[in-house]
């Protein structure tokens, strides 16, 4: 079934686990998908599974140069960049607990978590708002839900994800009107290379929100919001 034939999606972080899972259903649904990956091996392996209308991008969302490079490589490719899912993210913290802090974990954390999701904002938001129309997906974790903190295990990647959720609703809210829609999404803890084989989901359970948002329909006003399971999570 064709939903969005035409547009292009680039889900970073799309090799493998719940970004792979993004990437072949949202080919599913009729766009061209950008599978970018840090290797570009991994990324030319992840098309091949999901199939002929992915295509493979270098792309290191920690380094300026390379995003800026990959975005010139997808306009080339497809035009222009409809739909970005900000899937690459890290996890490093161990058993820390605050007060306590690793600078260099929370620097390396954050480059990748906040900073990788903000540079490809900024790199591909403007071309959104030139065609009047741009889905932004940015995946987080209740874990960064100030509502739902209720412990400090993993303090790195919670800050990171509670900063990321900040820059959902700020760009939301610079976005309205535009027709870019910016939303974040819980695909809960998922049976993937950061969640682990223990997880009680699947990847293809996993990016089923994250493909709704990236998918709303125009004329759709959601924006501004987190979900899972495609519900509402409190900030």
Same mark, same amino acid.
């Given at each position: 079934?064709?939903e =969005?034939?035409?547009? #292009? %999606?680039?889900?970073?972080?799309g090799s493998?686990?719940?970004g792979?899972e993004i990437?072949?259903q949202?080919v ?7 599978v970018g990956a840090r290797?570009?091996?991994?990324a030319?392996?992840a ?6 209308r992915a295509?493979?991008?270098? &792309?290191d969302?920690t380094?300026? /140069?390379s +995003?800026?490079?990959?975005?010139? /490589? %997808?306009?080339e490719?497809t035009?222009g960049?409809?739909?970005l +899912? ?6 490093l913290?161990?058993d820390l607990r605050?007060?306590?802090v690793?600078?260099?974990i929370?620097?390396r #954390?954050l480059d #990748? !978590?906040l ?7 900024e790199? +591909?938001?403007?071309g959104m +708002?030139?065609?009047g129309y741009?889905?932004?997906v940015?995946l987080?974790s ?5 509502t739902l903190m209720?412990?400090?295990? =993993?303090?790195?990647?919670r ?5 990321l959720n900040? &820059?959902?609703r ?5 976005l309205?009107g535009t027709g870019?829609l910016? !939303?974040?999404?819980?695909?809960g ?5 950061m ?5 009680p ?5 996993g %990016?089923d929100t994250?493909?709704?948002?990236a #998918?709303?329909p125009?004329?759709?006003g959601t ?5 899972a399971d495609?519900e509402p999570l409190p900030?």
């Open positions: 079934m064709v =969005h034939g035409g547009r #292009t %999606a680039l889900v970073t972080g493998r686990g719940i792979l990437g072949r949202l599913e649904r009729g766009l061209r998908v950008l290797g570009a091996e991994a030319e392996e098309c091949r599974a999901i199939g002929p295509l493979p991008l270098a &792309l969302v380094s300026a /140069q +995003v800026a490079e990959a975005v010139r /490589q %997808a306009g490719l035009g960049i409809d739909v +899912v900000n899937n690459a993210g890290v996890s913290d161990g605050p007060p306590y690793d600078e260099d929370l620097r #954390t #990748t !978590n900073m990788g999701a903000w540079r490809m904002a790199a +591909v938001v403007p +708002v030139d065609t741009g889905r932004v940015n987080t209740s874990y960064g839900s100030l209720d412990s400090g295990r =993993h303090p790195a990647y800050i990171s994800k509670t900063a900040a &820059l959902t700020m760009l939301a809210a610079e309205s870019v910016v !939303n974040a999404a819980d695909p803890w998922t049976r993937s290379g969640g682990g084989p223990a997880a989901r699947g990847p293809r359970e %990016a994250p493909v709704w948002l #998918t709303l125009e004329g759709d924006t501004g919001g987190l979900f495609r900030w």
